[in-house]
């Protein structure tokens, strides 16, 4: 890779700064000088990762769509803050409390994020002790004026803000705070209640992605919509609070998270009935075709809009433009579904000993694919069969190169970046799957992962003939992942055979790592692949029925065998699902029925504890084949389970991720087994 290919995070900043049309001003408020950040673009200036990923954030890329590359020290920094939102998340407040007091003794005024996230976390063992609803607002308020200053003037609305900035604003909003001039209380209103709608109106026109969105507007609808049950309920104030939190829901749905989710249905089916009892019969209404014409008809499909190229549009429309439907059919209809939802959410929970409810906000500090960049040189090294002076040579001493692998030292970066080219990786601390300081062209990038998942051919035919024009495609990382999604996209469009699927899966890999140099990592610890490498990896796994492929799912199970014993699944967890869904299905059809069937329990676990609901239909099938074909060859190693309640749970989460190939899937499967 040519230097004038590297997307260093200067010009990824840069990149994605001018294409919104963002002053350095707006960008840089609260967080430092315009003259700052200025140097930062200009490479004059390196950021800790904390503001880089705060600058990310705030230009609406959620830091979990990147790889992530650090120096020894903040590797060091991050997993102390991952081990302190772990003891948070589980209620261990005597080991909150010391991880606590030690990133406590390391905060400076130099470093506003890193100063913030320990105020918030302090604020946060304050609510599990029962602090005085004063007292947290003035914390929250604390850890919220670093980087969103005089709040109480109003002109936050139209603020640059990342959802942690706008989850502090939400808290300290619910607990009492100033939060500046609002609309007149109706005469029932209260004034944090119009706090709360200025606030839900401001997240509507905002810059967050969808999956940032989806992090902090349900919470805030849900709290919007309990101040608002303070007032006695009318048949208008449910219409309000339904259409409120509907939107919320749709949100969830649209991006297949479980935030705040629990508490929202429960909420729902409640004023449901409440407003039931207010509506009489009148001229009978056209009988509902379906739950989704009746909940199309309320407005949940408002959630937050996309582009074509995936990013936010103008804010959905205000939920007072929705209307509700009276009759009573379809409030049965929706609140039946509501009630299946909540109900089918509880015995999940329940089963798994996960609490249904949220009670922190730790997932909004959550992270994954970090990664210290001297284990990432050794550990690639060592798969490509390279010596200490072959990788070395021409770049840095062998001396140097030691102390980098073993984290004794941190590297100036045009060393490391230049030992990633050398080992086919790409030589930014931030990365996707593509290299571009476009942002437009990350946006479209995003957009053709999502038609290939949603089984749109022609629509991502259309994207990646955009993307081949728009990306350097003399950069191997580019071209590997345009061909893995094309040959993907071939395959559902039958123009290709499975097996010529693999055959270009292998040739796309190899752009950056010789196949032979996987065959040969069966360690997990030794191992170290890209998500698009991994991805590579899995598809042809999962594609190829070649006995002589079995390598590919030892490597897979190896790769994760390492997240488990360093119990950073939660770290992996996006490819963790996938790869490990598909072993559950792979060594179903082996006939390796408990085995699997262990797997997707532990998939299932781990997405619950992340709240992410895309793979639990995925996995609960999966549970129920195993116990089919185990029956069919007279095996008692899988437990037995109700089929039809398993295959309804199925249909159930299907739905609600709005996946209609697998919903229709699993109502066709329940009509030949339970009667066939």
Known sequence: MHDRDKIYFHNFLTGMRTGKDITLEQLSLGLCTPAMLSLIEADKRQPDKLTRDRLTERLGFENDGFEDFLQPDEYEQWQNRDRLLRAVDAG????????????????????????????????????????????????????????????????????????QEWNLLLEYIRHGGDAGPVTEPEPSGTYTARALEKL???????????????????????????????APLDIALCRRILRISAQALETLRSCQRMYWLYELLEL???????????????????????????????????????????????????????????????????????????????????????PMNMENCCYLYSQTQNYCIGDVIRKRRRMLGLSVRELCEGICSEKTLRRLENNKTKSQRAVWSELFCRLGLSPEYQRESVVTGQRDVLLLYRASGDALNNHDTEETQRLLEQLKDLLPMD???????????????????????????????????QYTIPLESIKTATDGPDIYLTCAELECVYNIAMKSRDEAEEFNLDLLQSVTRQCIFEDSIHTFINMYELIMTGVASRLGDAGEYEKSTEISEKVMEECLLAHRMGMLHDCLYNKLWNQIEAAKKGTSAVPAIPIDRELQKCIQLARFCKETFYEAFYIQQATELIHP
């Open 200 to 230: 839900l109106d401001a997240l509507r026109g905002s810059s967050m992605d969808s999956y940032s969105y989806a992090k902090v507007y349900p919470k805030a609808a849900y709290f919007l919509c309990l101040e608002l049950m303070k």
């Open 92 to 163: 261990d407040i005597p080991e909150a409390e010391r991880l606590l007091g030690l990133l406590e003794q390391e905060t400076s005024e130099d470093s506003i994020v890193f100063l913030q996230f320990v105020l918030t976390m302090r604020a946060q063992l304050m609510q599990y002790k029962e602090a005085s609803r004063e007292e947290l607002r003035e914390a929250f308020g604390r850890a919220m004026s670093l980087t969103v200053p005089d709040v109480a003037s109003g002109t936050w609305t139209g603020r640059l803000l990342a959802a």
């Open 268 to 354: 729902m089916e409640r004023v449901l009935g409440i407003f039931a009892g207010f509506t009489q019969p009148g001229p009978k209404e056209p009988a509902p075709v379906s739950f989704e014409q009746v909940w199309n008809q309320l407005g949940g499909t408002a959630a937050k809009p996309q582009s074509p190229a995936g990013t936010a549009a103008s804010g959905p429309e205000r939920p007072e433009a929705w209307t509700l439907s009276e009759d009573s059919e379809s409030l049965a209809l929706l609140t039946a579904q509501i009630r299946e939802w909540r109900m089918l959410l509880a015995e999940i929970y329940r089963e798994y000993g996960i």
């Open 475 to 509: 950069v191997l990382i580019n071209r590997q992942e345009l061909e893995r999604k094309d040959c993907l996209n071939k395959l559902q469009k039958k123009e290709i055979t499975a097996e010529e699927c693999v055959i270009r899966l292998k040739k796309a890999l």
